[in-house]
């Protein structure tokens, strides 16, 4: 499993790397030519994942979602273009090979020489390269090297050890990923599709299974997370190991609560769209600063990105925006762009708006989600996500397993009527920090004295210093943090919510990042201020940042809070993998709870055990499935989901089990008709009643049918059977489980 996750992480990432980077940089090269190679890669990923995404629309609305069609546009038409670009040069190229090759059929040009003669060529490749942009970086690089290490280690071990979903959430995009590549967009209605678009796309150019693809990309994510935060901020912070330690302290310390970052394990869009964001305001910074439009296109193209990749990145980068047109409004004005980067934020929500409304005039309604993001815009908070619908179940199966009662009417955590001095604002903002988001009312204070210092040492740069652009950007992180943090507290406070509070709370642990580089910043500049060289200067804010590292280890507080939200059993999924990679398609059935039908679905056929029991409820005297091959997930200690919960490493998922029993299996279920919408519900508020009689189906099952029924795989809590029938001469599954159920009198001798 581990290798087999690994291979595809790697596999993605080279196809990532193929279709969203090089590929656009043969075609834009000359547009940013003169740039430093962090900027080229980040403004060739723009435009690749923008282009990904409109190709994606095409072709899922043209119902030509294919692999030949995908080739054509994500391949062939970038290479055909850069052909007719760069013509002259390839012809050139081209006539010097021709001409190698007649002087080697000649014997004019020896072969040891041409080969001499390519390797010197990739030599001097290579030593420029290394000498342009590694040598002097090497300490650097190798301390990035370092943090990210502990970051795929520490976000990675669920995917790179377990198939099971880590999050309710999950089933749901493979679902719609499925769907889109059986040319099925929207299933539910329109959503932001840039995660799924990316998936389905190099999954599809590769050849590799969208199914593990997606369920791994969560690492990837992670990945391209945290190292586009670290390249704006060493866009943003002039020293760059307080940029270098700041980044290293939000990785690796305990600043913050699990909910900030619980969900950078899992492959979820908004966390994905926090690379989109990430490159908006580099885009956006680097036109105001350089005043060039390579860098407003990456601005206007990450903010179509943003929109694609979820509507709450959507609605913090249009929080940003604004924070940076008040603080940068002057200066824009003074260069006569301010005018340019409005038209272009009007242009890229243009442009984001076109996708859905093309899928609008096609007839395709807003996924319930964005129903409820667009309702809250307009003032009504009465509806709910799916998500929050199954949270409230489940917290309310909770609270009758314990006996708890939970008042109706939720009052908001803060009173701000009761705010009556600045003191006690600032205790209120210290407890909002507190409560959700910072792990310790010391973290809270230290943050908040943070962009106190950060707005200020901003104020005072802008009225004393010359050049003042450094000075406006603390002023704008400030801000931003400022206006991050009260979008957080809307819920705190009883105001209107725009994003949910915990997903703010992700939002604002990034936008802290800053804010932590600050003191290594004021350090630096004051080393540089007394003469200092700016070498030495460096080493010395590294020796500093080294220091502050190592008494966050020595005290313990490196991130340890780790958990996934248990939905399908780790077993459960491992053989549906195992079917997909190893079964020929549509030979196989699976017998399971609804959540592995996303899975399985474009590959083999599912089987909802609900059907299966209604029908042996009503007594159905046959009963077929029509595949050579079933195989039935029973569980012998039933997942109890009062609490879905657990621990990264699996070990207490046997404390949240209940064993199958006689009593359960005779108890009535009354499963609603198929298509109604309580009916999966059974499976998390019913199911030991459930599970108990397949178990005893089952065991009835291997008393008729011995020779065709063997044991798939097994572990303390699920057993897979697989059955194997002649597919001419199909198995009749209507046996009567109440034979193989102990008698009450036997059921009560052994007790």
Not at 594 to 622: C, F, Q
Not at 645 to 666: C, G, H, M, Q, Y
Not at 718 to 725: L, S
């Amino acid at each position: 499993m581990i290798a087999a996750n690994i291979t595809n992480i790697i596999e993605f990432a080279a196809g990532y790397a193929l279709v969203v980077i090089f590929l656009p940089s043969l075609c834009f090269h000359a547009f940013v030519r003169e740039k430093g190679w962090l900027y080229r890669i980040c403004f060739y990923q723009t435009i690749g994942n923008v282009y990904l995404i409109s190709i994606g629309y095409l072709l899922a609305y043209m119902k030509c979602f294919y692999r030949w069609s995908v080739l054509i546009f994500m391949v062939l038409i970038p290479l055909l273009l850069n052909l007719l670009v760069r013509r002259k040069s390839v012809a050139a190229f081209l006539r010097e090979r021709r001409k190698n090759i007649k002087d080697i059929a000649a014997g004019v040009y020896g072969r040891r020489k041409l080969r001499r003669d390519l390797f010197m060529i990739g030599k001097d490749h290579v030593q420029n390269y290394y000498r342009e942009n590694i040598k002097g970086n090497l300490l650097e690089l190798a301390l990035v090297f370092l943090v990210m290490a502990f970051v795929l280690y520490f976000f990675g071990m669920y995917k790179f050890t377990s198939a099971a979903y880590g999050h309710t959430d999950e089933e749901t995009h493979l679902y719609w990923i499925q769907s889109l590549l059986d040319n099925n967009i929207f299933p539910v209605g329109m959503y932001p599709f840039g995660l799924h678009f990316l998936t389905g796309v190099i999954s599809t150019v590769l050849g590799i299974s969208a199914v593990r693809t997606y369920l791994n990309i969560a690492v990837f994510s992670t990945f391209m997370i945290f190292l586009s935060v670290y390249i704006l901020l060493r866009s943003l912070i002039r020293s760059r190991f307080a940029a270098l330690g700041a980044w290293a302290v939000f990785a690796v310390s305990d600043i913050f609560t699990t909910v900030t970052y619980f969900r950078f394990q899992f492959s979820f869009p908004m966390e994905f769209g926090l690379v989109a964001l990430m490159l908006m305001l580099l885009g956006l910074i680097s036109y105001v600063k350089e005043k060039e439009n390579t860098s407003l296109w990456m601005f206007i193209l990450s903010v179509f990105w943003c929109f694609q990749a979820h509507f709450y990145v959507a609605i913090i980068a249009g929080i940003l925006c604004v924070c940076f047109g008040i603080v940068f409004c002057v200066r824009m004005l003074r260069d006569k762009m301010l005018f340019k980067v409005i038209a272009g934020g009007i242009l890229a929500l243009i442009l984001s708006m076109l996708p859905y409304g093309c899928g609008y005039l096609l007839g395709y309604p807003f996924e319930r989600s964005i129903n409820w993001a667009l309702s809250i815009m307009q003032g009504d908070y009465g509806m709910e996500t799916l998500e929050q619908q199954y949270e409230e179940e489940t917290e309310k199966a909770s609270q009758n397993a314990s006996g708890e009662e939970k008042d109706d009417e939720d009052e908001p955590e803060f009173d701000l009527s009761k705010v009556h001095s600045p003191e006690d604002a600032v205790r209120t903002v210290l407890e909002m920090l507190a409560s959700k988001t910072v792990s310790s009312m010391f973290y809270a204070k230290i943050i908040l004295a943070l962009n106190a210092f950060a707005l200020l040492y901003g104020l005072f740069g802008i009225i004393f210093a010359k050049e003042k652009w450094q000075y406006l950007i603390y002023v704008f992180l400030a801000l931003a943090w400022a206006a991050l943090f009260a979008l957080h507290s809307c819920y705190l406070v009883g105001a209107p919510v725009l994003v949910e509070m915990y997903r703010a709370a992700t939002f604002l642990a990034v936008f802290t990042v800053p804010l932590l580089a600050m003191p290594g910043q004021f350090c630096y500049d004051c080393l540089i201020r007394c003469g200092v060289q700016k070498k030495i200067a460096d080493y010395l804010v590294l020796a500093a940042g080294c220091a502050v590292m190592g008494a966050i280890c020595s005290h313990g507080a490196v991130k340890k809070g780790r958990y996934f939200e248990m939905t399908v059993t780790e077993a459960d999924m491992r053989v549906c993998m195992d079917l997909i990679d190893n079964y020929k398609k549509e030979t196989w059935t699976v017998m399971s709870t609804t959540n592995d039908l996303s899975a399985v679905w474009r590959d083999g056929y599912h089987y909802e055990i609900l059907d299966l029991l209604d029908k042996l409820e009503k007594n159905k005297r046959k009963i077929f499935i029509p595949t050579k091959y079933i195989f039935v997930v029973t569980e012998k200690n039933v997942t109890q989901y009062y609490e879905s919960k657990r621990k990264i490493d699996r070990s207490n998922v046997i404390d949240f089990t209940v064993p199958v029993s006689p009593e359960l299996a005779r108890q009535d279920l009354h499963i609603p008709e198929e298509g109604s919408k309580g009916r999966d519900r059974l499976y998390y508020f019913q199911r030991q009643i459930v599970m108990s009689k397949l178990y005893y189906w089952m065991e009835q099952m291997k008393v008729v049918f011995p020779n065709e029924i063997s044991v798939y795989y097994e572990d303390d809590c699920v057993t897979v059977y697989k059955i194997q029938q002649d597919e001419y001469f199909l198995l009749n599954l209507a046996v009567d489980y109440t034979k193989s159920i102990p008698a009450e009198e036997e059921d009560g001798n052994g007790s």
